[in-house]
């Protein structure tokens, strides 16, 4: 009986051993994390103080009919060996959440001045436009505007996130984006397959409302002469050390390349 299928197994097996010591990780354990009391302190703030924002929308502009509303919340982390030469990556380990809201109304009246109401309601939270539209009227900004928060006397940063990573309150920056049409106009809403993403070790859907929301601005229009869809983005956490104290995260038993 020949001995070479043995020989082989034999010289392959150290080969075997340095590759999966080189190149995998214990990953981050996202789902522990996110059941933490430390990420539930973080993240019920987070979720109120921006449904505030949008209170204070509807009430300076009362007459906005909201349709619906979608949210996709998600964190994810990785940790990158250190003899990938092919990653271009300036932290060897990083973790991340970011929350994303859209909501669309509907209203009627006459366009102009609907905005222009709109964008009060939206500078009395800290809202204001940005970009080479910015200083067009509201009408002649193409149906479109992109907006920057900063904190304003009726709406400031939430409290107690002295301590959100990487260097508290002034990272929290959220941005906002409006789209509007009227009837006969297209929407621009449309399907993200990144919303639907499956779960893995690197990521993780903390919350997921998977609406149809695109099809949210003909609903509206339906019912109303005019539609407005309001995204909301927020980066809540970003941890660019999560391997050592005092934010270190929990990981995995077993190790496994980043990605999978």
């Known amino acids: 009986m020949s001995t070479r299928p043995r020989l082989i197994r034999i010289l392959k097996f150290p080969f075997q051993l340095p590759r999966i010591a080189l190149l995998d990780r214990r990953q981050f354990n996202l789902l522990r ?82 905005l222009d109401q709109i964008g009060e309601a939206l500078s009395a939270a800290g809202w204001e436009r940005t970009g080479p539209l910015a200083h067009k009227a509201w009408v002649d900004a193409g149906g ?4 920057e928060w900063q904190p304003s006397a009726a709406l400031s ?38 919303r639907t993403r499956s779960n893995t070790r690197n990521h993780l859907a903390v919350e997921g409302s998977n609406t149809a929301y695109w099809e949210l601005p003909g609903v509206a229009l339906e019912r109303h002469d005019h539609a407005l869809a309001v995204h909301i983005d927020l980066a809540y956490y970003q941890n660019t050390a999560p391997l050592g104290r005092p934010y270190r995260l929990p990981r995995h038993m077993l190790p496994t390349r980043a990605g999978r």
């Not at 002295?162 to 984006?177: C, E, I, N, Q, T």
């Open 33 to 114: 994390w996110t059941r933490s009391r430390a990420f539930a302190d973080l993240h019920a703030p987070v979720v109120g103080w921006l449904d505030s924002h949008l209170a204070m929308i509807e009430r300076g502009a009362p007459w906005l009919d909201r349709v619906g509303i979608d949210v996709w919340d998600r964190c994810s982390g990785a940790i990158y060996s250190r003899f990938d030469f092919s990653l271009s990556r300036r932290f060897r380990a990083t973790a991340g959440c970011a929350r994303n809201v859209i909501v669309v109304y509907g209203f009627d009246g006459r366009l102009t001045q609907r």
């Open 144 to 147: 479109y505007a992109v907006l």
């Open 157 to 194: 940063r939430p409290p107690g996130m002295d301590d959100v990573p990487p260097w508290g309150l002034a990272s929290l920056s959220p941005h906002m984006r409006l789209s509007w049409s009227s009837h006969g106009q297209a929407t621009s809403l449309r399907p993200d397959p990144n």
